[in-house]
């Protein structure tokens, strides 16, 4: 289940459509989830030598870690 989207406007795009579930402002994330299909979401800022870890991406998971 290896789903990244990477392209900044298809990320914004697709978490107005998400739920979001937690924000986890030590490392940078937040979860989400799709409703409608049940599909979890992770955003998250993979280039920690940027500025704010730089662009988004999100990458749907098969379970979010507390569960």
Do not use: C
Request: overall charge negative; charged content about 35%; proline content about 4%.
């Amino acid at each position: 289940m290896d789903k990244i989207i990477d392209d900044i406007n298809e990320v914004y795009k697709k978490t107005k459509t998400l739920k979001e579930i937690k924000i986890d402002a030590v490392n940078w994330v937040t979860y989400y989830l799709d409703e409608q299909t049940g599909e979890k979401w992770i955003e998250e800022h993979i280039f920690s030598e940027m500025q704010a870890g730089g662009p988004p991406q999100l990458r749907l998971l098969v379970k979010f870690p507390w569960e």
